[in-house]
């Protein structure tokens, strides 16, 4: 790879994740304390937490599966590797520090139990062996963390992906698999009661559905590799941001739905379609972009991505807690919370992977006592060995 791909590459890619990051926590920002759409207060006084959300949806949950996907497919294209090694390899990625993660959140999360008077519940909750197996297999324990092991699922997968890198025209495989997991998750929801299955269920259906990504992942790096010029490229993004504009309006009218009755409600029909096909014309936007002059600090700033998803929903309840007995307008207390939400958990990012011992939760660092993580040790010990002179 030359260097001038290298650096294409690192721009409007890491200019992706960084949006990603960004659109997560504005997402989780928007709820009041109680995760609704301020439902308590009047509705002109929902229309910016309500708008806010709308528009960092472009780059949700959806987008970051996306970004995750392009990347393996795109890291594979570079250095092949054998199945068990590349699944191995993700499994201590992203594995190991959800494991991590969520028994922090299963704990940590009695603060804010506490703080807002349902701690005993939350304590009886922790005593039951389901629980636990539900935060270990769905990602339960606070609600971000279903990302790491549907990801890793859906990576599972990743070999069938390829044959859309030879025909890009797969990834409209997108909408057929899209459909199939609404058809499945409302028959779902309509016809089981037991809440454990639903969720169960509920989750293989969406890791079916959500296959497509990879489908479209892959056929993006197939359209990379042909190496678009700058007038091709432009016009892909001019008409991939005319398509996210289109969606975008659709998007608008379930706004403004939330805002009148209050809350966020689930996504059907056209509505649904709209949220999760409007992250693949985004990132086409992105890669429209590609011969953008993007700074290059950009992808110094991405590795921190990873950190700040897994960090800023404890900010947050400590944000509520604090800030639960002063009241601001819905959108003071929204900007507010985002500003301090980004600020803490980019600030954690860079000082945890200063840290050995801790950079690897947030994948920036070797796990502990592996043959990586020695190898650093030792030359650090190295460099601090050598004397100063001069």
């Given at each position: 790879?030359?260097?001038?791909t290298?650096?294409?590459r ?37 229309i910016f ?5 709308t ?16 990347l ?14 590349t ?15 969520t ?5 940590f ?10 701690l005993?519940?939350m304590?009886?909750?922790l005593?039951?062996p ?5 935060y270990f ?7 971000h ?9 859906i990576?599972?997968f990743?070999?069938i992906?390829?044959?859309?890198l030879k ?7 997108i ?14 929801w ?17 890791i ?14 197939g359209l ?7 007038e ?10 005319l ?5 975008f309006l ?6 403004a ?8 409600l689930?996504?059907?029909g056209?509505?649904y379609y709209?949220?999760?096909?409007l ?15 993007w700074?290059?600090k950009?992808?110094?700033?991405s ?9 800023h929903?404890a ?12 009241q ?6 929204v ?6 939400t ?8 860079m000082?945890?992977?200063?840290i ?12 502990p ?7 650093r040790?030792r ?12």
């Amino acid at each position: 790879m030359t260097t001038a791909t290298k650096s294409i590459r690192m721009n409007w890619l890491d200019a992706a994740r960084l949006s990603a990051a960004f659109s997560i926590i504005g997402i989780h920002s928007t709820s009041d304390r109680m995760g609704k759409a301020f439902a308590d207060f009047e509705v002109h006084e929902r229309i910016f937490p309500v708008l806010m959300r709308t528009v960092s949806e472009l780059a949700s949950t959806e987008f970051f599966i996306l970004v995750s996907l392009f990347l393996l497919a795109f890291k594979l294209e570079r250095r092949p590797m054998p199945y068990g090694e590349t699944m191995l390899l993700q499994a201590k990625r992203l594995l190991i520090p959800f494991a991590v993660w969520t028994v922090f959140y299963a704990f940590f999360v009695l603060v804010k139990a506490n703080a807002f008077g349902y701690l005993d519940p939350m304590v009886d909750k922790l005593s039951m062996p389901e629980t636990w197996l539900n935060y270990f297999l769905l990602g339960t324990s606070q609600y971000h963390m279903h990302f790491l092991p549907t990801i890793f699922l859906i990576f599972l997968f990743h070999p069938i992906f390829k044959l859309a890198l030879k025909q890009p025209l797969l990834g409209l495989m997108i909408v057929p698999f899209l459909a199939f997991n609404l058809l499945m998750s409302t028959w779902i929801w309509s016809a089981v009661s037991d809440r454990t299955t639903i969720e169960y269920l509920a989750r293989v259906s969406k890791i079916l559905g959500y296959l497509g990504y990879g489908f479209a992942a892959y056929s993006m790096v197939g359209l990379w590799q042909k190496k678009f010029d700058a007038e091709v490229s432009k016009k892909i993004m001019l008409f991939t941001l005319l398509v996210v504009v289109m969606l975008f309006l659709i998007k608008l009218t379930y706004a403004a739905t939330s805002i009148n009755v209050g809350k966020y409600l689930p996504r059907i029909g056209m509505i649904y379609y709209a949220h999760t096909l409007l992250p693949i014309f985004l990132i086409l936007v992105f890669f429209g972009s590609q011969h953008f002059a993007w700074p290059e600090k950009i992808s110094n700033w991405s590795k921190y991505t990873f950190g700040t998803y897994l960090m800023h929903p404890a900010v947050i309840d400590v944000i509520d807690i604090v800030m639960r007995d002063h009241q601001m307008a819905p959108y003071q207390y929204v900007i507010f919370k985002y500003a301090i939400t980004l600020s803490v958990v980019l600030s954690f990012s860079m000082i945890i992977s200063r840290i050995p011992w801790l950079a690897w939760t947030i994948g920036l660092g070797p796990l502990p006592f592996s043959k990586a993580w020695k190898e650093r040790a030792r030359k650090n010990k190295e460099s601090l060995a050598v004397p100063v002179t001069g």
